[in-house]
Protein backbone atom coordinates (compact mmCIF):
# COMPACT_ATOMS: atom_id res chain seq x y z
CA UNK A 1 0.00 0.00 0.00
CA UNK A 2 1.26 3.50 -0.97
CA UNK A 3 2.46 5.65 1.68
CA UNK A 4 0.28 8.54 1.41
CA UNK A 5 -2.99 8.05 -0.56
CA UNK A 6 -5.64 10.62 -1.60
CA UNK A 7 -9.05 10.01 -2.62
CA UNK A 8 -10.70 11.01 -4.94
CA UNK A 9 -8.20 11.53 -7.85
CA UNK A 10 -10.11 13.58 -9.70
CA UNK A 11 -13.43 15.45 -8.96
CA UNK A 12 -15.83 17.72 -11.11
CA UNK A 13 -17.79 20.10 -9.11
CA UNK A 14 -19.98 23.23 -9.53
CA UNK A 15 -19.54 26.50 -7.62
CA UNK A 16 -22.49 25.91 -5.05
CA UNK A 17 -21.80 22.30 -4.08
CA UNK A 18 -19.66 20.60 -0.89
CA UNK A 19 -17.60 18.25 -1.30
CA UNK A 20 -14.78 16.54 0.96
CA UNK A 21 -10.84 15.72 -0.17
CA UNK A 22 -9.79 12.92 1.69
CA UNK A 23 -5.99 11.89 2.60
CA UNK A 24 -4.79 9.15 4.79
CA UNK A 25 -1.34 8.38 5.39
CA UNK A 26 0.56 5.13 6.28
CA UNK A 27 3.71 6.00 7.42
CA UNK A 28 3.17 6.53 10.92
CA UNK A 29 3.95 10.31 10.75
CA UNK A 30 2.70 13.18 13.06
CA UNK A 31 2.50 16.30 10.52
CA UNK A 32 0.50 16.27 7.60
CA UNK A 33 -0.27 18.95 4.88
CA UNK A 34 -2.52 20.65 2.23
CA UNK A 35 -0.75 21.92 -0.73
CA UNK A 36 -2.71 23.61 -3.69
CA UNK A 37 -0.26 23.27 -7.25
CA UNK A 38 -1.81 25.21 -10.11
CA UNK A 39 -0.22 25.26 -13.34
CA UNK A 40 3.34 27.59 -13.47
CA UNK A 41 3.23 28.28 -9.99
CA UNK A 42 5.19 26.79 -7.14
CA UNK A 43 3.20 24.54 -4.94
CA UNK A 44 1.44 26.67 -2.13
CA UNK A 45 0.91 25.44 1.37
CA UNK A 46 -2.15 25.91 2.59
CA UNK A 47 -2.68 24.20 5.77
CA UNK A 48 -0.36 22.27 8.77
CA UNK A 49 -1.40 19.85 11.14
CA UNK A 50 1.11 18.85 13.83
CA UNK A 51 0.23 16.30 16.31
CA UNK A 52 -3.86 16.97 14.84
CA UNK A 53 -3.06 20.19 15.74
CA UNK A 54 -3.97 23.18 13.55
CA UNK A 55 -0.15 24.74 13.34
CA UNK A 56 -0.87 26.92 10.36
CA UNK A 57 -3.12 28.67 8.35
CA UNK A 58 -1.80 29.86 5.05
CA UNK A 59 -4.24 32.60 4.73
CA UNK A 60 -6.69 30.56 3.27
CA UNK A 61 -10.29 31.14 2.26
CA UNK A 62 -12.91 30.14 4.47
CA UNK A 63 -14.41 27.87 1.68
CA UNK A 64 -11.41 25.36 2.69
CA UNK A 65 -11.92 23.78 5.36
CA UNK A 66 -9.42 21.23 6.89
CA UNK A 67 -10.47 18.95 9.25
CA UNK A 68 -7.61 15.89 11.19
CA UNK A 69 -9.17 13.73 13.60
CA UNK A 70 -5.98 11.87 13.99
CA UNK A 71 -2.51 11.90 12.80
CA UNK A 72 -3.52 9.42 9.85
CA UNK A 73 -6.20 11.02 8.28
CA UNK A 74 -6.70 14.77 7.41
CA UNK A 75 -9.68 16.03 5.05
CA UNK A 76 -10.20 18.82 3.02
CA UNK A 77 -14.07 19.84 2.83
CA UNK A 78 -14.44 22.43 0.02
CA UNK A 79 -17.94 24.55 -0.40
CA UNK A 80 -18.93 27.48 -2.60
CA UNK A 81 -15.63 27.32 -4.47
CA UNK A 82 -14.33 29.75 -7.51
CA UNK A 83 -13.67 28.49 -11.06
CA UNK A 84 -9.68 29.55 -9.75
CA UNK A 85 -9.34 27.07 -7.20
CA UNK A 86 -9.21 24.11 -9.77
CA UNK A 87 -5.89 23.23 -9.31
CA UNK A 88 -4.22 19.95 -8.23
CA UNK A 89 -4.98 19.54 -4.40
CA UNK A 90 -1.62 17.74 -2.60
CA UNK A 91 -1.32 16.04 0.88
CA UNK A 92 1.83 15.42 2.06
CA UNK A 93 3.08 14.05 5.49
CA UNK A 94 6.35 14.22 7.94
CA UNK A 95 7.84 12.46 10.65
CA UNK A 96 7.13 15.55 12.43
CA UNK A 97 6.28 19.03 11.75
CA UNK A 98 9.86 20.42 11.67
CA UNK A 99 11.07 22.19 8.38
CA UNK A 100 14.18 19.44 7.91
CA UNK A 101 11.82 16.56 7.73
CA UNK A 102 11.42 15.26 3.95
CA UNK A 103 7.88 15.41 3.39
CA UNK A 104 5.77 12.39 1.17
CA UNK A 105 3.34 13.36 -0.80
CA UNK A 106 -0.16 11.56 -2.25
CA UNK A 107 -0.57 11.64 -6.09
CA UNK A 108 -3.09 14.39 -5.62
CA UNK A 109 -6.68 15.36 -6.07
CA UNK A 110 -7.36 17.31 -9.55
CA UNK A 111 -10.27 19.53 -8.78
CA UNK A 112 -12.53 21.61 -11.42
CA UNK A 113 -14.87 23.73 -10.45
CA UNK A 114 -17.36 24.18 -13.18
CA UNK B 1 10.25 36.96 1.45
CA UNK B 2 11.69 33.47 0.93
CA UNK B 3 11.90 34.06 -3.09
CA UNK B 4 13.17 30.65 -4.89
CA UNK B 5 14.27 30.72 -8.39
CA UNK B 6 15.11 27.85 -11.00
CA UNK B 7 15.00 27.42 -14.53
CA UNK B 8 11.40 27.07 -15.63
CA UNK B 9 12.46 24.05 -18.35
CA UNK B 10 15.51 22.53 -19.47
CA UNK B 11 16.65 19.85 -22.01
CA UNK B 12 19.19 17.49 -22.22
CA UNK B 13 20.06 14.76 -24.24
CA UNK B 14 19.78 10.91 -23.05
CA UNK B 15 23.30 9.88 -21.36
CA UNK B 16 24.52 13.70 -20.85
CA UNK B 17 24.82 15.35 -17.59
CA UNK B 18 22.56 18.25 -16.58
CA UNK B 19 22.49 20.78 -13.88
CA UNK B 20 19.19 22.63 -12.66
CA UNK B 21 20.24 25.75 -10.44
CA UNK B 22 18.38 26.87 -7.33
CA UNK B 23 18.72 30.20 -5.55
CA UNK B 24 17.12 31.35 -2.71
CA UNK B 25 16.99 33.78 0.18
CA UNK B 26 19.85 33.03 2.99
CA UNK B 27 18.34 34.69 5.95
CA UNK B 28 16.71 31.73 8.64
CA UNK B 29 17.66 29.02 6.43
CA UNK B 30 17.33 25.72 7.56
CA UNK B 31 17.79 23.41 4.65
CA UNK B 32 17.38 22.81 1.02
CA UNK B 33 15.18 19.59 -0.49
CA UNK B 34 15.23 18.66 -4.40
CA UNK B 35 11.75 16.91 -5.39
CA UNK B 36 11.30 14.75 -8.32
CA UNK B 37 7.64 15.59 -9.93
CA UNK B 38 6.51 13.18 -12.91
CA UNK B 39 3.33 14.33 -14.61
CA UNK B 40 0.30 13.20 -13.38
CA UNK B 41 2.59 12.03 -10.09
CA UNK B 42 3.14 13.28 -6.46
CA UNK B 43 6.22 14.92 -5.96
CA UNK B 44 9.23 12.43 -4.90
CA UNK B 45 11.51 13.09 -2.15
CA UNK B 46 15.56 13.27 -3.95
CA UNK B 47 17.69 15.11 -1.45
CA UNK B 48 18.08 16.98 1.63
CA UNK B 49 21.32 19.63 2.18
CA UNK B 50 21.94 21.50 5.20
CA UNK B 51 25.75 21.18 5.51
CA UNK B 52 27.78 23.14 2.68
CA UNK B 53 28.79 20.84 -0.06
CA UNK B 54 28.08 17.81 -2.49
CA UNK B 55 25.89 14.49 -0.97
CA UNK B 56 25.97 11.85 -3.48
CA UNK B 57 23.10 9.47 -4.20
CA UNK B 58 23.92 7.10 -7.41
CA UNK B 59 23.04 8.70 -10.81
CA UNK B 60 22.20 12.50 -8.79
CA UNK B 61 23.99 14.10 -6.91
CA UNK B 62 22.67 17.70 -4.73
CA UNK B 63 25.20 20.50 -4.32
CA UNK B 64 25.01 23.54 -1.22
CA UNK B 65 26.61 26.66 -0.61
CA UNK B 66 25.31 28.28 2.18
CA UNK B 67 26.65 31.94 1.86
CA UNK B 68 25.63 32.21 -1.59
CA UNK B 69 22.03 30.46 -1.10
CA UNK B 70 22.52 28.60 -4.20
CA UNK B 71 22.15 24.50 -4.77
CA UNK B 72 22.14 22.62 -7.61
CA UNK B 73 21.06 19.35 -8.73
CA UNK B 74 23.23 17.05 -11.03
CA UNK B 75 21.97 14.26 -13.14
CA UNK B 76 24.20 12.23 -14.84
CA UNK B 77 23.86 9.39 -17.42
CA UNK B 78 20.70 10.96 -18.02
CA UNK B 79 17.62 8.14 -18.82
CA UNK B 80 14.42 9.34 -20.76
CA UNK B 81 12.27 8.64 -17.42
CA UNK B 82 14.33 11.02 -15.96
CA UNK B 83 12.35 13.62 -17.96
CA UNK B 84 10.15 15.41 -15.24
CA UNK B 85 9.94 18.57 -13.35
CA UNK B 86 12.39 19.13 -10.32
CA UNK B 87 11.29 21.14 -7.42
CA UNK B 88 13.70 22.96 -5.41
CA UNK B 89 12.24 23.80 -1.98
CA UNK B 90 13.72 25.47 1.33
CA UNK B 91 12.95 24.45 4.93
CA UNK B 92 13.11 27.79 7.60
CA UNK B 93 13.60 28.48 10.82
CA UNK B 94 10.69 29.51 12.96
CA UNK B 95 8.62 28.09 9.91
CA UNK B 96 7.09 24.58 10.12
CA UNK B 97 7.20 24.09 6.87
CA UNK B 98 8.67 24.07 3.11
CA UNK B 99 8.48 27.02 0.61
CA UNK B 100 9.01 25.32 -3.20
CA UNK B 101 10.18 26.68 -6.46
CA UNK B 102 8.40 26.80 -9.36
CA UNK B 103 10.00 23.84 -10.35
CA UNK B 104 12.00 22.91 -13.95
CA UNK B 105 10.66 20.97 -16.43
CA UNK B 106 13.25 18.60 -17.70
CA UNK B 107 12.80 17.18 -20.84
CA UNK B 108 15.40 14.41 -21.98
CA UNK B 109 15.40 13.59 -25.87
CA UNK B 110 17.12 10.31 -27.53
Known amino acids: ETGVTQTPRHLVMGMTNKKSLKCEQH?????MYWYKQSAKKPLELMFV???????ENNSVPSRFSPECPNSSHLFLHLHTLQPEDSALYLC?????????????FGDGTRLSIL | GQNIDQPTEMTATEGAIVQINCTYQ??????LFWYQQHAGEAPTFLSY????GLEEKGRFSSFLSRSKGYSYLLLKELQMKDSASYLC???????????FGSGTRLQVQP
Open chain 1, 27 to 31: LGHNA
Open chain 2, 49 to 52: NVLD
Open chain 2, 89 to 99: ARGGTGRRALT
Open chain 1, 92 to 104: ASSDTGDSNQPQH
Open chain 1, 49 to 55: YNFKEQT
Open chain 2, 26 to 31: TSGFNG
